[in-house]
């Protein structure tokens, strides 16, 4: 069964910075697009990040205003989401995604990875 598996969360300070990583596993994703949703305890899951196949064309969450950037190598078969100016609300469980059409908000994408938490602290 095809996975994609997170990596690189973790407890940062308010201002900080972290980078999430998402491997493919058992297939390729190359042809997919992919992205980034997060849940935080108690609200409602909310997207992050999407990126086209290509890398060529992102969007982004409302909340990011510039602080996040998602990206991918396809060689690697990985996507990236660096995430900087970490504020306590950014405190979720992430999780990386795949789908064939583009990912943003609305509609959940077919594929998921088991999430990586993210804690910031204040």
């Known amino acids: 069964q095809a996975q994609l598996v997170e990596s690189g969360g973790g407890l940062v300070q308010t201002g900080g910075s972290l980078r999430l990583s998402c491997a493919a596993s058992k297939r390729t994703f190359s042809a997919y697009a992919m992205g980034w949703f997060r849940q935080a305890p108690g609200k409602e899951r909310e997207f992050v990040a999407g990126i086209n196949w290509s890398g060529r064309s992102t969007n982004y969450g409302e909340f990011v205003q510039g602080r996040f950037t998602i990206s991918r190598d396809t060689a690697k078969d990985t996507a990236y989401l660096q995430m900087n100016s970490l504020k306590p609300e950014d405190t979720a469980v992430y999780y990386c995604?795949?789908?064939?059409?583009?990912?943003?908000?609305?509609?959940?994408?077919?594929?998921w990875g088991q999430g990586t938490q993210v804690t910031v602290s204040s």
């Open positions: 995604v795949a789908d064939l059409l583009p990912i943003r908000g609305g509609s959940p994408p077919r594929y």
